[in-house]
Structures are given as C-alpha cells and as structure tokens.
C-alpha cells in the first residue's frame, strides 16, 4: 500500500481547491427588483429561497449590512425543537423542525441535522407540572414529545448530577427524541447557495438608510450603495429590526438584548443529547467537533452588544457546574453575544404592515435558528400572496392591539 506523508496530503489538498467557483456570486446591486429582503441571515435567506423555488420569484434581492450569516445566524447554540406549548406555536416550529430532516438532501449541502433528542430537565415541582402540559400539548399536536423520569434521564445523561443531595435535583424531563441541533453556518451557507442558483442577488455590505413609499405604498429602498426600486420590502433583521421598521415610520413592540454563548475545548464524546435547565437558566450540547456549546439567558436590560460579558459566564457555568460536575475543570475557548429581539408575549411577528408592500418577520427572541425553514417558507407565502399563510396569521402584527397573544414564556425561558 502506497504511502503518504503529511505533506505530500496537505499539497495535495491545496492544489484540489484550485478553480474552485463561488459558492454565490458577489452580485452587484440592480436597479430595481420584485422583492427585496432586509437581513441575509437564515430567516432572510430562507425566504429569498423559497419565493425563487416555490413562487418562481426570481427578481430578489437579499440585502445585508455586513456579511452574510454574521448576525445571529451565526452566534447562536443551533438547538432545533417544536416542544412549545400553544397549538399555533408548535404547527410553526414542528414544521420548520421536519424540514430540517431533509434540509441538507434538498439543498445539496450538508447542513449537519442531529436529531440527537433534547432533555429538558425539570428541576423543581413546578417545572415538572408545567412540563407536563407541554407533553400533553405536544401529543394532542401529533408531535413526539414526552415525560422521563430520573432513571431514563440517568441512562441517557450518566454525568448529570442525580445524587439525593444535588443543588438542583432533577425530578424529571421533557423529552424530544427528534429534536437536536445543526451546524448553523451550513445553514445560511445552503441556503445562499440554492437562492443563487436560482437567481436570487445577494449582496454584502449593503446597508439599508431608508425605505421609500409613496401613497401610503413602499416603492423601495435607499442603501449605503444607491436607491433600488422594490414592490415588496421584507424586513427579517432580528435585533436591528426596530432600526429598521422606524424607517417607515412604524414603532415595533420590541426590544432588543444581548444573549450570549460560549464554546469549551476539543472533548471526547461525553453529552449524547441537548440538555436544557430552565430553572437555572443553562443549557449544553456537544458538537459535532467536540466542543461543548453553552449558553443562558438573555440579559436583563435593552442593549446591542455582541462581546457578551464575564458576569453572563460566571452565572451560566456555575448552575451547569453543579448539574454536570465533570465539566468543572474544562477550558473555554470562545464566547460571544448575539442581539435578539424580544416580544411582550414571547412568540414571533410575522406577516403584513400597516404600509402597502413593506412586510416584517421578527420577534423570534432567543430561538430563531430552530425556525429558519418553516419561517421561509410561510413568510415568503405571505409576500407573494399579499395576505399571512395559515401558520403565520395568529402571529401578526395586530395581536397586540386585539389582545390574541401567543404566551410562549415557559417555552421560551432558557435561552436557545
């Protein structure tokens, strides 16, 4: 058998990258299109996607201040779950969810789906009797998502902390068997290489400055590059969303804040599923390189930050420390914030505004990743038609003024 050195391996990987094409091009601002979309995260790129493959809307373009998937797309913890508890919630998320069980097969591009099954630990009596309805919630939504006790936990999780004098003793756990993560940089990665494919623009380092209307009716917008005229403005800018919106003149019920995450070393395999812990506000999982992905909850005041600070650290490892004690001693390599915008009632707007031809999708909070597909899909629904898809109609803007609000707080209370 032929053998090969380190070096002859690495000249021979090089020089196979040669002549390597774009993934997308870098497409040049035209001077008008049928739709432009503010944001070229997952929610932005998803929706240009599926206007151009579902809707045959070709003239898009995707228009992002700086580069493409470096907002939340890609600060995030990639959890994907549909174990919500109210019935419009879970349609949206299990929907997005089963998406991602063939995402990669339909873009061409591995996106990395693991359905490797989320825990969400219960750790006092409270917990366990709110989690409860979100099992009943979720069988009566025809989702796969039940109740464990402590002895399943154990065999599935044996480094969780189950001993009788644990800090936060674990009662009991909500169950997903086909929830987990995916690589959240494939995600945007895929989905901007299939929206080029099939015409979409995108363009980088474009910032929006204004949004144009006449009679009431969005007719484009202006940008760090020159004006381009649009029919349909939709804005998908998670944290800047507010920014954004204000320049139609429309005041969003947001606000946005920093939640931050962090990533350990390089580790042997040690952590077979998601495990969350919403009583201490901490949650964990391994990749697929070994690091193990920690984050918490989002701040408690408005800002913009995406550095993260060594007080969020310090309050999310140490509940961790004492649920999971083998990870008391592990490095952290990295640690980031994202800016999320938030809801009064926690759940996502997505849909129509107020102004003819400008339409918003927003407020997804702390769990946008887990909701890029099926938000793409109805979203873009929404665009051609004029009017929200079903899944998205209990999520418009005017339930604030009817009082119909989608309270997801137990759903949404640890940060993922």
């Not at 997005?96 to 009596?125: D, H, W």
Request: aromatic fraction near 6%.
């Amino acid at each position: 058998m032929k053998r090969y050195s380190f070096l002859s391996l690495s000249r021979h990987a090089l020089a196979n990258h040669r002549g390597w094409g774009r993934a997308w091009r870098k497409a040049e601002p035209k001077p008008a299109y049928d739709v432009v979309i503010v944001g070229a995260g997952g929610h932005g790129l998803a929706t240009a996607y599926y206007l151009a493959r579902e809707h045959r809307v070709a003239s898009v373009a995707v228009l992002e201040k700086g580069w493409l998937g470096g907002g939340n797309t890609g600060r995030n913890t990639t959890i994907v779950r549909s174990n919500y508890l109210r019935p419009e919630s879970i349609a949206l998320y299990e929907l997005s969810r089963s998406l991602y069980e063939t995402l990669s097969g339909e873009l061409n591009f591995n996106v990395m789906f693991s359905p490797r099954g989320v825990l969400t630990l219960c750790l006092t009596e409270h917990e366990l009797h709110v989690m409860r309805r979100h099992a009943h919630a979720a069988s009566a939504a025809g989702v796969t998502a039940f109740m464990i006790g402590r002895d399943d936990i154990a065999r599935k999780e044996p480094l969780l902390n189950m001993g009788a004098g644990a800090r936060y003793p674990v009662l009991g756990a909500l169950y997903q068997p086909r929830g987990g993560t995916a690589r959240h940089d494939a995600v945007a990665w895929g989905y901007a290489r299939a929206a080029d494919a099939l015409g979409v623009d995108i363009i980088q380092n474009c910032t929006v400055t204004g949004i144009r209307q006449a009679d009431g009716r969005i007719t484009g917008v202006e940008t760090s590059r020159g004006e381009i005229a649009a029919g349909a403005v939709a804005v998908a800018a998670a944290g800047s969303t507010s920014e954004v919106m204000r320049m139609a003149g429309l005041d969003m019920p947001l606000q946005s804040v920093s939640l931050q995450a962090l990533v350990s070393e390089p580790l042997k395999p040690m952590l077979d599923h998601v495990i969350m812990a919403g009583a201490v506000h901490g949650y964990i999982s391994q990749s697929d390189r070994g690091e193990l992905v920690i984050g918490g909850g989002a701040d408690g005041y408005v800002n913009y930050s995406q550095r993260g600070s060594f007080a969020a650290i310090e309050r999310t490892v140490a509940a961790l420390v004492e649920l999971i004690p083998a990870i008391s001693r592990i490095r952290m390599m990295r640690h980031w914030g994202g800016v999320v915008d938030m809801t009064a009632d926690r759940s996502p707007i997505i849909g129509p505004t107020p102004v003819e031809g400008l339409y918003v999708n927003c407020g997804w909070g702390t769990g946008g990743f887990k909701a890029i597909p099926g938000s793409g899909l109805v979203f873009a629904d929404t665009i051609v038609e004029g009017r929200p898809h079903p899944l998205a109609a209990p999520f418009g803007l005017d339930r604030f003024l009817s009082g119909a609000v989608i309270d997801e707080h137990a759903a949404a209370a640890v940060a993922h």
